[in-house]
């Protein structure tokens, strides 16, 4: 660009506006900077630069707060206005961009580049890009009516395609950023393109706006037609003595309000309610709303109980019949209704059920309200992120209807039935409040008494609710809740556990589901050990009902195929129905190898082995971390490293090692992020084993924390993580010394096959964990 190309104007940063080349418009100018601003452009050849600033409501804008491309303008004409204001006339002329600011004050003056347009008049392309654009605008000037109809006219004698583009920009009404978009397309084919694609847009939506309005038009027309014929049928009927629907419905309101079992509050509003109803029009939408609101009054169980049967033998016979193991879930249930039944007033603890997914938390709670003889009903909060969800909408909104409390309480038909909130660990928090908050009152057995719904507008008495949660994990759970309510933890199943439900529960219930005959499909227990053993890894049994379902009905195809009459399910047929095997965890890797040690971690999904590998290599005293580790999870390796470099004679590591070797730290299964302090040992236990070329056990598996002093810090999720090490076929388990008190949890069929070592230092672990005593004298 030549110096010729290069100005220095005053600015004017204009609000909400954005003027096009070739586009003559006036506005008001009111803001000191900009009036002196105006004054010196008076008397410098009339020329000014405008530029539209980035948030209309900013006063005194600043450098940062305004576009850097605007136009060059012309001033046409001044008019001084009452209190301080001009109007002010300008015609567009060219794009320019800021080069720098020149002065701030009194008033913004700037370089500016004046931005040339290149002439493509005989591209193809441009000509195309023209011609759609005329088409479009056509159309938009139809729809919107805001154009006047001769605004085409004019772009038939423009030939510069840039020049089109700009005129065709300033018509549109758009918001300011889109205009802005426009005026920053520097060459006319992106202009003319920026400006289809927004034509484009405008236009859809004027034709969905113009639909819209045609329907309610034909709405209001059917209505008013409607309201004039029942006006007719309506005084036909009187003049011949009949009862209209509208009393004949009024009347039956009545009826029910004064048979129901209403409190005295509810009826009183159930009955202001029917005379607002009398003194609205029949099919008014107010009337709607009031039959609406009165229909919910009368359908809840204000006052309607079911009577608790509570019989402990029964009770424990109904939980053992449809639950296997989970002694003790059942025992704190059975201690609760053995309470309620010799107090009769005891207020319900709210039970929390946290276990992974399929272990049968859900099913847990319908044998309770079976056991009870309650009425279930259950309502899962996943994903629930609005308040209104559990509150209800205010009545003044259009489509209000109750919260999912009420809702699930008309349900449930009685006021004392067993409530199931499921999931409550997955609730969001959105703009539209916290739901977890609105639970406090309802999980609050001193306040859920006067549960106020926004709906209702009435107290409604949830004392008597019998409420169960279930849950995955309790981190996302909020305190104040969790303070609520009882935790009871629901574990995962063993390899023995799991054969017995298989056996007794699911095999039976998937040859219910499929009518098939239990003597027609009969599974081997080899088989069942070997679905759960080769084809399933959960901690629940969810999976392993699936892959007995996968088995039956490929039986049932074979049997109608081949014509048999019964099929005796072998290892053989379920590696032929469900293909290779899945999990080898009795084929652990019998090698032990240096620097791989198994570590245990626990999940929302249950315990799992977590393998951590070091490698050593000549450097510089690196260490590296891979396997999309957590932050809590790094300070452990960072600590472990401390450690092992303050102890490296005691290990027989040269002390220089940090010098010469680099260390590289990986946790496999890169894809999945992994966090928590309790692998310390595990990845002190690899960088000995790496660091002095010693051999780790492949049969044992570790867990805890560690400090820089080398003391070995208790961890939580221990039931989880021993389930998970057994079923990898690890027989030795290091834990720290504190945990043992956790050991009760564990189940005996574990404790009976796995070796539980107790350790208080990290040489505890160390002197467990490798082959072989570490030489003193050895050098890395």
């Not at 949660?469 to 305190?479: E, F, H, Q, R, V």
Request: net charge neutral; aromatic share 6%.
């Amino acid at each position: 660009m030549s110096s010729n190309n290069i100005k220095i104007l005053p600015l004017i940063p204009l609000r909400g506006i954005v003027i096009f080349p070739y586009m003559v418009m006036h506005f008001d100018v009111g803001r000191e900077k900009s009036i002196l601003a105006l004054e010196d452009a008076m008397i410098n050849e009339q020329e000014i630069f405008l530029v539209a600033q980035k948030k209309a409501k900013t006063e005194s804008p600043e450098e940062r707060d305004i576009y850097s491309i605007g136009t060059i303008c012309t001033v046409k004409q001044l008019l001084k206005l009452p209190g301080n204001t001009m109007r002010v006339l300008v015609e567009g002329n060219k794009r320019a961009k800021i080069n720098k600011y020149i002065e701030k004050e009194p008033f913004f003056k700037v370089e500016v580049e004046e931005i040339e347009n290149k002439d493509l008049l005989n591209d193809e392309k441009i000509q195309a890009l023209i011609r759609l654009v005329k088409e479009s605008f056509s159309t938009y000037i139809k729809l919107s009516g805001t154009v006047p109809s001769d605004a085409l006219i004019p772009l038939d004698n423009v030939d510069d395609p840039g020049r089109f583009a700009d005129i065709v920009s300033s018509y549109l009404i758009i918001k300011q950023d889109k205009k802005q978009e426009m005026l920053e397309a520097i060459t006319p084919i992106d202009r003319l393109e920026k400006v289809l694609e927004v034509l484009e847009n405008e236009v859809n939506i004027l034709e969905v706006e113009k639909e819209i309005g045609n329907k309610v038009r034909d709405k209001i027309d059917k209505s008013q037609k409607d309201y004039y014929l029942r006006e007719q049928i309506k005084i036909m009927q009187e003049e011949l003595g009949e009862e209209d629907e509208d009393k004949k419905e009024q009347k039956k309101y009545k009826n029910k309000i004064a048979k129901s079992k209403l409190p005295k509050e509810v009826k009183d509003k159930a009955m202001y309610e029917l005379n607002k109803l009398k003194n609205s029009g029949s099919y008014s939408s107010e009337g709607g709303t009031i039959r609406n609101y009165l229909d919910w009054i009368l359908d809840l169980p204000w006052n309607v109980k079911t009577k608790d049967y509570i019989d402990i033998k029964k009770a424990r016979e109904i939980l053992n019949k449809e639950h296997y193991g989970l002694n003790d879930v059942k025992d704190r249930i059975i201690e609760y209704l053995a309470v309620k039944k010799i107090s009769n007033s005891l207020k319900g603890p709210i039970l929390c059920l946290v276990g992974p997914p399929g272990v049968g938390k859900t099913s847990i709670a319908r044998s309770i309200a079976h056991a009870l003889n309650k009425n279930f009903v259950r309502m899962s909060l996943g994903g629930v992120n609005d308040e209104a969800e559990i509150r209800g909408h205010r009545r003044t909104y259009i489509g209000a209807i109750p919260g999912r409390i009420i809702y699930s309480m008309k349900k449930a038909k009685s006021k004392n039935p067993l409530f199931l909130l499921d999931e409550i660990d997955k609730m969001g928090e959105g703009y539209k409040g916290n739901p977890a908050d609105a639970l406090l009152e309802v999980l609050d057995s001193e306040q859920n008494n006067t549960f106020r719904d926004h709906y209702l507008e009435l107290d409604f008495d949830l004392s008597e609710v019998m409420f169960v949660t279930t849950a995955n994990t309790l981190d996302t759970i909020p305190g104040p809740l969790l303070d609520r309510m009882e935790i009871i933890e629901v574990s995962g199943y063993t390899s023995e556990e799991k054969f017995h439900i298989a056996k007794n529960y699911l095999i039976p219930k998937q040859l219910q589901e499929h009518s098939v005959d239990s003597n027609k499909i009969i599974f081997s227990d080899n088989s069942i050990y070997y679905i759960v053993d080769n084809y399933t890894r959960e901690s629940g049994v969810r999976n392993l009902e699936r892959n007995i379902a996968k088995v039956i009905r490929k039986s049932i195809a074979d049997m109608v195929e081949n014509d048999k009459r019964n099929i005796n399910i072998t290892i053989t047929l379920v590696k032929k129905y469900l293909g290779p095997d899945i999990y080898t965890f009795d084929k652990v890797d019998k090698d032990d190898k240096v620097g791989i040690v198994t570590g245990m971690a626990w999940t929302g999904y249950g315990g799992d082995t977590l393998p951590v590998e070091v490698a050593v290599m000549p450097g510089s005293g690196k260490l590296s971390l891979t396997g999309q580790l957590g932050d809590v999870m790094k300070e452990s390796a960072e600590t472990g490293f401390s450690y092992v470099r303050t102890n490296a004679s005691k290990y027989g590591i040269n002390e220089k090692f940090y010098k010469e070797k680099d260390l590289h730290i990986h946790v496999p299964e890169g894809a999945v992020p992994k966090d928590g302090p309790s692998a310390g040992v595990t990845m002190i236990t690899a960088m000995v084993s790496a660091l002095t070329d010693t051999k780790v056990k492949h049969n044992i598996a570790m867990t805890g924390e560690i400090t820089l002093t080398g003391r070995v810090l208790p961890i939580g999720g221990l039931k989880e993580k021993s389930l998970a090490a057994y079923r990898a076929g690890i027989d030795t388990v290091i834990i720290p010394k504190d945990n043992k008190k956790d050991l009760k949890d564990v189940p005996n069929s574990v404790k009976s096959k796995v070796n539980f070592i107790l350790a208080e230092k990290v040489e505890d672990v160390i002197k467990t964990a490798l082959v072989g005593d570490i030489d003193g004298n050895k050098t890395s």
